[in-house]
């Protein structure tokens, strides 16, 4: 590849935690996502020469995810390449929906296409959460693991990291909707009990290993009735207005199960046909009408496919 040519990689968001499976399961959506643009430089170091999409983030290499997943990457490598990168924010910052996650996946993807793949996806989910690591403090994989690998994601353990990926083993359709309020993921986290009683924990496991079952066993109804939060969702929910109302109307238009992804304030709820997701979608919306708070609304499919190369283009095509 020679110095004029940019790879254009793109990530799509992730809804973490689903309900029962807080920290350990994740899955992809179609959209919205974020691009990462990627080429060789002349001059050693890393570059970002733009950041759009939205406002306030730095271009500071050292601060930006993307620019901290590729330094690691070269440094593994022993490389003292230089890069210049590019990153297009296409997904709100600070929504519940993976948006650090997206940036460093794609970063991760881009920068491996750029040198020759040294990398496998599975080994680029350390890389990514490198991102993770600088824009929350903690190096989670529940985000970039399923955006990097598509479809549902188990995050077993992390020491040593064990990530499984499930695919998409029945059809699923996802309605997200985003209150665009603030909520800090630290807050999100803050109110939680570092202590769950006995009879939580069991019904908890029992919804996680259901959800588990029902997804490998295409059974639609387990998945529904597996759909639960016992411990995080009564503790967080009290954060994001009209959570409860929501909810009940994703449920009542048809929806399997509906439940806060990640840490808020987005909503999400999974059905199994697009027809059912749209009336899910529009139930959702409705309940924040009148609310005085606006939202955005996203209406996905749970893709195969996580991140991809979008393009191979000459810089004055780009």
């Not at 570059?47 to 440094?75: C, H, R, S, W, Y």
């Not at 029992?206 to 588990?212: D, F, H, R, T, V």
Request: aromatic share 6%.
């Amino acid at each position: 590849m020679n110095q004029n040519e940019f790879i254009k990689a793109y990530a799509p968001a992730t809804v973490a935690n689903v309900c029962c499976g807080f920290d350990v399961l994740g899955f992809a959506l179609d959209q919205p996502g974020d691009e990462v643009w990627a080429r060789l430089a002349d001059k050693p170091g890393i570059t970002i020469t733009a950041v759009t999409g939205v406002a306030g983030l730095t271009a500071d290499p050292k601060e930006n995810v993307i620019g901290v997943v590729a330094q690691k990457m070269l440094d593994d490598l022993q490389l003292e390449q230089g890069l210049e990168l590019q990153l297009h924010k296409g997904m709100p910052v600070g929504s519940g929906l993976g948006s650090s996650a997206a940036s460093s996946a794609a970063a991760a993807f881009a920068v491996n296409e750029l040198l020759g793949k040294p990398f496998t996806t599975q080994e680029l989910v350390l890389y990514a959460m490198e991102g993770e690591r600088k824009a929350s403090g903690s190096a989670h994989a529940d985000n970039v693991a399923p955006a990097l690998l598509g479809g549902f994601v188990l995050v077993r353990d992390y020491a040593p990291l064990d990530v499984v990926p499930l695919g998409v083993p029945v059809d699923m359709f996802c309605s997200v909707l985003y209150p665009q309020i603030e909520l800090k993921t630290s807050l999100s986290r803050s109110i939680l009990k570092q202590e769950i009683p006995l009879k939580k924990g069991i019904r908890q496991w029992g919804n996680l290993a259901g959800l588990m079952v029902g997804l490998l066993k295409k059974d639609y109804g387990l998945i529904g009735r597996s759909l639960h939060d016992e411990i995080f969702e009564p503790e967080r929910s009290i954060l994001i207005p009209l959570f409860k109302q929501v909810k009940e109307a994703a449920l009542a238009a048809g929806a399997m199960g509906c439940g806060i992804s990640g840490s808020g304030p987005s909503i999400f709820a999974l059905s199994a046909t697009r027809e059912t997701a749209q009336a899910v979608s529009a139930a959702m919306e409705k309940v924040y009408a009148h609310s005085g708070i606006e939202t955005k609304s996203y209406l996905s499919p749970v893709p195969k496919e996580g991140v991809r190369l979008i393009a191979q283009t000459t810089l004055a095509s780009a």
